[in-house]
């Protein structure tokens, strides 16, 4: 039988090739495998083994990391196993479930997002490349989009019209979405945009590029984001990801069916979309608390 070292290099070419997964979802497979690999010294393990390593996860990383580092073993070992490599397949003898409290999206406040957006517009004196960082910034907020979905646009997924713009976007596990943008100043925007960078759009694909011309990364985003919270003496630790959990709970505020919610962020299933809810009636039992006439009232007993 090949080592366990060949049997993840396999399995994890064979991800990307045949079975067509994301290069960022090989990433994170490949890391959690070889993480795996060290800890059963290049073994492949049995069930005592593997719930030693849950012990492991469980002391050593949050519930959310440990879960999908679990999950991309236990992927690992159905594969090897419906191959016929193994024999017998550990995970059926292994009932472990880690729990992990329900965590709630942190949203952006709206201030914020207008201090970024003001900070970005008010840098912008004709250079490229702020301009290309309000293109970000706007995108982020007015898609909904993942970082790496953003980071992705392409003359192949992206329709700028005259009055509108239409991105095809390639999510988690395939999921095809469409989103439709149709904001004035944002299509206004994107017209200038992508007049200025036309050379690097049609010559690389990509709409989105950096200094060098090169297609912009996600690292990048982060980056043009930690440099207007600077400017803008904003001290909130925000995330790009913030932007999309910002998105969805603004649009149920304002009374958007969250099925359409899910449809726009690309969820498979609508319980994913629904932790949202609890983001607002958080947000309605605050407001209540502050703005309901009772509380301006006196009474004791």
């Keep these: 039988?090949?080592?366990?070292?060949?049997?993840?290099?396999?399995?994890?070419?064979?991800?990307?090739?045949?079975?067509?997964?994301?290069?960022?979802?090989?990433?994170?497979?490949?890391?959690?495998?070889?993480?795996?690999?060290?800890?059963?010294?290049?073994?492949?393990?049995?069930?005592?083994?593997?719930?030693?390593?849950?012990?492991?996860?469980?002391?050593?990383?949050?519930?959310?990391?440990?879960?999908?580092?679990?999950?991309?073993?236990?992927?690992?070992?159905?594969?090897?196993?419906?191959?016929?490599?193994?024999?017998?397949?550990?995970?059926?003898?292994?009932?472990?479930?880690?729990?992990?409290?329900?965590?709630?999206?942190?949203?952006?406040?709206?201030?914020?997002?207008?201090?970024?957006?003001?900070?970005?517009?008010?840098?912008?004196?004709?250079?490229?490349?702020?301009?290309?960082?309000?293109?970000?910034?706007?995108?982020?907020?007015?898609?909904?989009l993942r970082v790496s979905e953003l980071c992705s646009l392409s003359n192949d997924n992206f329709d700028l019209k005259e009055n509108s713009a239409r991105l095809l976007i390639n999510g988690k596990g395939r999921k095809e979405r469409i989103i439709q943008l149709t904001t004035p100043e944002l299509i206004t925007l994107l017209h200038v945009y992508c007049d200025v960078y036309r050379k690097e759009i049609l010559k690389g694909n990509s709409i989105l590029y950096n200094r060098d011309g090169r297609p912009l990364s996600t690292q990048s985003v982060r980056r043009i984001i930690t440099k207007y919270l600077r400017v803008g003496h904003i001290s909130a630790h925000i995330t790009p990801h913030m932007f999309r959990h910002t998105f969805a709970t603004s649009l149920l505020e304002a009374g958007v069916d969250i099925r359409y919610i899910q449809s726009m962020l690309g969820h498979s299933s609508i319980a994913t979309t629904q932790i949202y809810t609890h983001v607002t009636t958080q947000k309605q039992t605050l407001l209540l608390a502050e703005k309901h006439p009772r509380s301006k009232m006196s009474f004791s007993i």
């Design 1 to 144: 039988m090949k080592t366990l070292a060949l049997l993840i290099s396999d399995y994890l070419v064979a991800a990307e090739q045949q079975k067509k997964l994301s290069l960022h979802t090989i990433k994170a497979y490949r890391i959690d495998l070889q993480q795996f690999a060290e800890f059963t010294q290049g073994n492949l393990a049995d069930t005592d083994m593997l719930r030693e390593y849950v012990i492991h996860l469980n002391k050593n990383f949050s519930p959310r990391s440990a879960k999908r580092k679990l999950a991309s073993i236990r992927a690992f070992y159905n594969d090897i196993w419906t191959s016929g490599i193994i024999d017998l397949n550990p995970f059926e003898k292994l009932r472990l479930c880690i729990h992990s409290p329900q965590q709630l999206p942190r949203i952006i406040p709206q201030e914020t997002i207008e201090t970024l957006l003001q900070c970005a517009y008010n840098k912008y004196k004709g250079d490229r490349t702020t301009l290309r960082d309000i293109v970000v910034l706007e995108l982020l907020f007015s898609t909904g």
